[in-house]
């Protein structure tokens, strides 16, 4: 947490003191939360996170739920007025594709939906324009990336957007026609020590992208 906080993690375990300075600390700076997650609590948890979240003043957590605590979830997002945006991890007990998270949350509230991971669909061999359209509607947040082609060790590892596989300006133009007004988290997983440059660079070209399909 930074100077000032001691051994304090970010989470509900913060006291209300120590929210409430972190919510100053981050006015001072013009920074407003708006989120945390990814969350995977255990079922008696989600009252604290969803208690965290309304404290901290946030618009949505991101989690990725067990497949029987979506009754729960709901009922807490319903009373708090916390969005849930549930994240597709690429693996094959997550809600790796638009199908199975719609068949949880289909039926359900507004305030659940999705946490596009676009990366982590290609990672599946999911086409992510079609993911995105499938999710209309239910798209909260996105984690929004470009990829490299399949290396050597498989990894698909983050690059700047507009220089991978993965079609930008598509999935920014899909969006567009959504009328998308969540958020893009920047996700870049590679260059962990030092990823600000490429970050900057993804920024630039999101923005020229923007420009020219706005006009």
Request: hydrophobic fraction near 40%; charge should be negative.
């Amino acid at each position: 947490m930074g100077e000032g906080f001691g051994d304090a993690v970010f989470g509900y375990n913060l006291t209300t003191v120590e929210q409430d300075r972190l919510k100053e600390l981050a006015k001072e700076k013009g920074v407003k939360i708006v989120s945390s997650g990814v969350w995977t609590p255990a079922r008696d948890e989600w009252e604290k996170v969803f208690e965290f979240a309304k404290g901290m003043e946030m618009e949505f957590i991101s989690a990725e739920p067990a497949r029987e605590d979506w009754d729960i979830v709901e009922s807490l997002a319903k009373k708090q007025g916390i969005k849930v945006a549930c994240h597709n991890h690429p693996n094959e007990a997550s809600y790796w594709k638009p199908e199975i998270l719609l068949e949880y949350i289909g039926q359900r509230d507004g305030l659940l939906g999705s946490s596009a991971d676009v990366g982590h669909f290609k990672r599946m061999g999911i086409e992510p324009v079609p993911a995105l359209r499938e999710l209309q509607g239910r798209l909260v947040a996105m984690h929004f990336k470009d990829i490299a082609p399949q290396g050597a060790e498989g990894t698909l590892e983050d690059v700047v957007w507009g220089t991978g596989i993965l079609n930008v300006k598509a999935m920014m133009e899909e969006l567009k026609r959504q009328n998308f007004k969540g958020y893009f988290t920047i996700e870049y997983e590679a260059n962990w020590e030092n990823n600000l440059p490429e970050i900057k660079e993804s920024i630039d070209y999101f923005n020229e992208i923007a420009e020219e399909i706005l006009q």
